[in-house]
């Protein structure tokens, strides 16, 4: 019952299932992944993927922010220049 409370109770203080967590969390590790991978490109060659990595973390913000909200589908977020 222990194991249970732990793998349930922060999904459960934001609102969400356990897998629902999980996917609303592995969609913004991927999106984050590919905004530092826009970044590291960007840094190399600054004229590629100009404003891909803080547009895209502009939309992860505002998810964050609206995590909740009915009519938003927080983990619709764009690949911006990607």
């Not at 732990?6 to 967590?21: A, C, D, I, Q, R």
């Not at 913004?28 to 891909?52: C, D, N, Q, Y």
């Amino acid at each position: 019952m222990r194991l249970q409370r732990l793998m349930t109770e922060h999904p459960n203080s934001v609102g969400e299932s356990y897998f629902g967590h999980m996917l609303f969390a592995l969609n913004m590790s991927r999106i984050m992944l590919l905004a530092g991978g826009a970044a590291f490109v960007h840094a190399l060659l600054p004229f590629l993927f100009e404003t891909t990595a803080s547009g895209m973390m502009a939309q992860l913000n505002d998810a964050m922010q609206h995590r909740g909200d009915e009519e938003t589908d927080r983990t619709d977020v764009q690949m911006g220049s990607l």
